[in-house]
């Protein structure tokens, strides 16, 4: 079992380094290449990446994207903001 840690290597030392780079960058370049898919296919795509190790990722794409953890609940706060106005 290999604990997070922030890293900026392209490949590691030892095994835990390894196993870091390894999935870190793996998971970086597959969420590059389907967001490069996806952008050939729609020019104005805005891309939003969520979820509570989302900001892990990003400084390590290449790609512009928004990042906001915890989109889900900042929606349901806002619904009910609105509702309880009226």
């Keep these: 079992m290999v604990e997070y840690e922030?890293?900026?290597?392209?490949t590691g030392a030892d095994t835990k380094y390894s196993i870091l780079t390894?999935?870190?960058n793996g998971m970086a370049y597959?969420?590059?290449?389907?967001?490069?898919a996806y952008?050939?296919?729609?020019?104005?795509?805005?891309v939003i990446l969520t979820g509570g190790?989302?900001?892990r990722f990003e400084k390590a794409l290449k790609n512009s994207i928004f990042v906001h953890p915890n989109i889900v609940l900042w929606g349901l706060k806002t619904i009910l903001d609105y509702n309880n106005e009226e």
């Excluded at 952008?39 to 805005?46: D, E, P």
């Design 39 to 46: 952008t050939a296919k729609y020019k104005q795509l805005n």
């Design 53 to 55: 190790n989302a900001s």
């Design 6 to 10: 922030d890293i900026n290597q392209l």
């Design 22 to 24: 390894g999935v870190i």
């Design 30 to 36: 597959e969420m590059d290449g389907f967001i490069n």
